[in-house]
């Protein structure tokens, strides 16, 4: 069975009894439950070496303590097509850290995604650093693919049902510094929501996010030395017809300077977003997940802190 810490609404879960085939429905039937209710879980055992997970990290915090001039250029695109380096309010809703985000260029391939900017010019010059973001990346995507597929059982899909909906993705991994003390006891993220299918957080100790239940309350995400929080998008919500949730999350004010990897799944640019069958009365309109997701880039961030 896996193992769901107590007294708290985000379960902690042994990813190994599913990969394993020890105890698939046991997992199964946990995340379900946890994408009805917090839409959040955390994975242990998932199979990410804990080499990639640590150089990330460490090489996240090499990156952000370069001088302005030696982190590459910014660039910043509209939309869910951001990339480079981002200072101050430019990062994702108006947040006062800083951010590096890469991404697979539309058309090019989801297991070696294009740098930041053109060719390889976005690209810090720091040792490990350009092998050791792509290999996070790729491990990632193929970690987050394999929970969508663990989903299915839940949903009533069959086997691999989502497997056609990621095979150019547009998935992106960001790596994020939070600095200390944020001005006015602003939050270290403000309240959004992510728009893609699912979201995979990793950090150099807690995360500090904070997910807000369907009670209206704010739980911590438990702590777990290399576990990984993943966190249900609206994409996924949409296709469960709103039966998953995709709850606003926060980071709050850090008394540390804080780090953190955010990798962010997306489905292809065509696949098509609407209610599964025998999830009832469908609640919105098929729409493609390129416009979907450009149609609600920023929306959330806003609509999120105006409700605080």
Request: proline letters at 7%; hydrophobic letters at 40%; aromatic letters at 8%.
């Amino acid at each position: 069975m896996p193992h769901v810490g107590e007294d708290i609404m985000i379960p902690i879960i042994d990813w190994q009894d599913f990969s394993s085939g020890k105890s698939p429905e046991d997992i199964t039937a946990c995340i379900g439950g946890a994408a009805r209710t917090s839409g959040a879980f955390v994975l242990t055992n998932h199979g990410i070496p804990r080499g990639v997970l640590r150089d990330v990290l460490e090489l996240t915090q090499v990156f952000f303590d370069l001088g302005e001039d030696s982190k590459g250029p910014a660039v910043i695109d509209s939309g869910f097509l951001t990339r480079g380096w981002c200072a101050g309010s430019k990062t994702a809703g108006g947040d006062s850290g800083e951010s590096f985000t890469i991404g697979r260029a539309l058309g090019g391939s989801d297991t070696a995604p294009a740098s930041p900017g053109a060719g390889d010019t976005g690209w810090p010059e720091i040792d490990g650093f350009h092998e050791a973001v792509l290999d996070m990346y790729k491990e990632m995507s193929a970690l987050s693919r394999v929970v969508m597929r663990a989903f299915e059982p839940d949903l009533a899909l069959p086997n691999s049902f989502f497997a056609s909906h990621f095979t150019r993705p547009m998935s992106i991994l960001s790596l994020l510094r939070y600095p200390v003390g944020q001005r006015g006891g602003e939050q270290g993220a403000k309240v959004h929501r992510q728009n893609g299918a699912l979201s995979l957080i990793v950090s150099e100790g807690d995360t500090g996010v904070e997910v807000q239940t369907l009670s209206g309350d704010w739980v911590p995400a438990p702590h777990v030395p290399s576990g990984i929080l993943v966190k249900a998008g609206d994409c996924l919500a949409r296709w469960s017809n709103d039966a998953y949730v995709s709850s606003p999350m926060r980071v709050p004010q850090q008394n540390m300077r804080h780090h953190a990897v955010v990798f962010a799944l997306a489905p292809n640019t065509d696949s098509i977003v609407a209610p599964l069958p025998r999830t009832g009365s469908p609640k919105y309109a098929p729409i493609t997940a390129a416009d979907y997701l450009l149609q609600t880039a920023g929306e959330f961030a806003a609509g999120a802190s105006a409700a605080e």
